[in-house]
């Protein structure tokens, strides 16, 4: 058979790529599997010497130094306030104070009081004020405790004759004070108790004065330098925080002052009155129980009401059950009348709060602060109420049944309230 001729020695194969230089050497075969979505080829170090190819993202470690450093941060705000919590309630009375008295002390300045003089004044004038009522007080305390010492023995025999002819008993007094030598050991016990505790007492009277004299000193600053103390809160912020600041600080002692106010006057038309209607009953120590009307009913809040009232009648019902019930009637005719006449004209722009917001305040004030946060809850929340309306948009409420309004008061209302 013949042969088909090949070709010459040292040509390249017909069916060879034309760019492939016939001496070229077979390239090598890959080191590894193709490399995968998340790394270089074959899964070795990356350019930074970590296996797999997973690198840190640079924003990482910064941001666990800044949530440490937050953390640590708000621990030692939680410790700074535990430790500064009774400097910061002083300081929050004192702001109180100031707030309360500065109306007063720039009236006094407009008229060329020196402001230190007019704060003096002031503070002097609510001193003698606090003193007369704790004096009034006491005194009426310590006279009603000599009567009851000196009508002990006649008390005990009303109530033995009262226990025996009620229950059918044979009680005397001979057979009362066979045991009380028991109750007169117990209560030797318990002065011993006391007596062995005076440190502790006298630590705390002491504490109480300290901290009094840190409101009185702190108050007098706030309000006989209230200017160059606003100036000097004011150089620290820009022109539009300044007016925000400064507006602020108003509201907060229209409120405040006009709240202290308006109550001095119901307390002193409340004091006027209830001593006309004891003087006129005949209850005994009727000046100093109208003191107590007066201040107790309007300035403790909720409450104030009913225990103010309760005192006077208690002390009329020694005298005669007739005398305590005209004068239980003329209290609640009185309370009444200030409800629905006296309180909405003079507190109206003082003071516009619902009562079951006022009594939440007055809560939530008792549970922060104690009887502190009580005197302090009303005006606080006065204040609030006053930045809200300044500075939160109200909206038109549309028609709907659930906020229909109540019909209008009837024509003998109208006349009472516009007479």
Same mark, same amino acid.
Request: charged fraction near 10%; hydrophobic fraction near 50%; glycine fraction near 12%.
């Given at each position: 058979?013949?042969?088909?001729?090949?070709?010459?020695?040292?040509?390249?194969?017909?069916?060879?790529?034309?760019?492939?230089?016939?001496?070229?050497?077979?390239?090598?075969?890959?080191?590894?599997?193709?490399?995968?979505?998340?790394?270089?080829?074959?899964?070795?170090?990356?350019?930074?010497?970590?296996?797999?190819?997973?690198?840190?993202?640079?924003?990482?470690?910064?941001?666990?130094?800044?949530?440490?450093?937050?953390?640590?941060?708000?621990?030692?705000?939680?410790?700074?306030?535990?430790?500064?919590?009774?400097?910061?309630?002083?300081? #929050?009375?004192?702001?109180?104070?100031?707030?309360?008295?500065?109306?007063?002390?720039?009236?006094?300045?407009?008229?060329?009081?020196?402001?230190?003089?007019?704060?003096?004044?002031?503070?002097?004038?609510?001193?003698?004020?606090?003193?007369?009522?704790?004096?009034?007080?006491? %005194?009426?305390?310590?006279?009603?405790?000599?009567?009851?010492?000196?009508?002990?023995?006649?008390?005990?025999?009303?109530?033995?004759?009262?226990?025996?002819?009620?229950?059918?008993?044979?009680?005397?007094?001979?057979?009362?004070?066979?045991?009380?030598?028991?109750?007169?050991?117990?209560?030797?016990?318990?002065?011993?108790?006391?007596?062995?505790? +005076?440190?502790?007492?006298?630590?705390?009277?002491?504490?109480? +004065?300290?901290?009094?004299?840190?409101?009185?000193?702190?108050?007098?600053?706030?309000?006989?330098?209230?200017?160059?103390?606003?100036?000097?809160?004011? %150089?620290?912020?820009?022109?539009?925080?300044?007016?925000?600041?400064?507006?602020?600080?108003?509201?907060?002692?229209?409120?405040?002052?006009?709240?202290?106010?308006?109550?001095?006057?119901?307390?002193?038309?409340?004091?006027?009155?209830?001593?006309?209607?004891?003087?006129? #009953?005949?209850?005994?120590?009727?000046?100093?129980?109208?003191?107590?009307?007066?201040?107790?009913?309007?300035?403790?809040?909720?409450?104030?009401?009913?225990?103010?009232?309760?005192?006077?009648?208690?002390?009329?019902?020694?005298?005669?059950?007739?005398?305590?019930?005209?004068?239980? #009637?003329?209290?609640?005719?009185?309370?009444?009348?200030?409800?629905?006449?006296?309180?909405?004209?003079?507190?109206?722009?003082?003071?516009?709060?619902?009562?079951?917001?006022?009594?939440?305040?007055?809560?939530?004030?008792?549970?922060?602060?104690?009887?502190?946060?009580?005197?302090?809850?009303?005006?606080?929340?006065?204040?609030?109420?006053?930045?809200? %309306?300044?500075?939160?948009?109200?909206?038109?409420?549309?028609?709907?049944?659930?906020?229909?309004?109540?019909?209008?008061?009837?024509?003998?209302?109208?006349?009472?309230?516009?007479?």
């Amino acid at each position: 058979m013949p042969q088909t001729p090949g070709p010459p020695p040292g040509d390249p194969p017909a069916d060879a790529p034309a760019d492939i230089p016939p001496d070229a050497q077979p390239a090598a075969p890959p080191a590894g599997p193709p490399a995968g979505p998340g790394g270089p080829a074959g899964g070795g170090p990356d350019a930074d010497g970590r296996p797999g190819g997973q690198r840190m993202p640079p924003w990482l470690p910064k941001a666990f130094a800044l949530a440490g450093a937050t953390v640590l941060a708000f621990l030692a705000g939680l410790w700074l306030l535990q430790r500064l919590r009774e400097l910061l309630l002083l300081l #929050l009375i004192s702001l109180f104070l100031a707030f309360a008295i500065e109306p007063a002390v720039n009236w006094l300045a407009r008229r060329g009081w020196r402001r230190g003089l007019a704060t003096g004044a002031m503070f002097v004038v609510v001193g003698v004020l606090l003193a007369g009522f704790v004096g009034g007080i006491g %005194s009426l305390l310590a006279t009603q405790a000599a009567h009851l010492i000196d009508g002990f023995p006649g008390y005990v025999q009303d109530v033995i004759g009262w226990v025996n002819s009620t229950f059918g008993t044979n009680l005397s007094q001979r057979t009362l004070f066979q045991r009380l030598p028991t109750v007169t050991d117990t209560l030797s016990r318990h002065i011993t108790d006391l007596a062995g505790n +005076v440190w502790g007492v006298g630590t705390t009277a002491f504490g109480v +004065v300290f901290n009094a004299l840190g409101v009185l000193l702190f108050s007098f600053y706030l309000s006989a330098e209230g200017p160059q103390f606003r100036r000097t809160v004011c %150089s620290l912020l820009p022109p539009h925080r300044q007016r925000e600041v400064l507006r602020a600080w108003e509201i907060a002692v229209d409120k405040t002052g006009g709240y202290i106010y308006s109550r001095g006057l119901l307390a002193l038309i409340s004091g006027i009155a209830h001593y006309a209607a004891m003087a006129g #009953l005949g209850v005994p120590y009727a000046a100093t129980l109208a003191l107590w009307v007066g201040v107790v009913s309007q300035f403790i809040p909720a409450i104030g009401t009913y225990l103010a009232g309760a005192v006077p009648v208690l002390i009329a019902l020694t005298a005669s059950p007739a005398t305590a019930l005209w004068l239980l #009637l003329f209290i609640l005719g009185y309370q009444q009348l200030e409800n629905y006449l006296l309180q909405p004209r003079i507190t109206a722009k003082t003071l516009d709060m619902h009562p079951a917001v006022a009594f939440g305040l007055i809560l939530a004030g008792a549970a922060v602060a104690g009887p502190v946060g009580v005197l302090l809850a009303i005006p606080l929340g006065a204040s609030l109420q006053a930045f809200a %309306s300044a500075y939160v948009r109200r909206y038109d409420v549309e028609e709907h049944p659930l906020t229909k309004p109540d019909a209008p008061a009837g024509r003998w209302w109208r006349w009472m309230r516009r007479n």
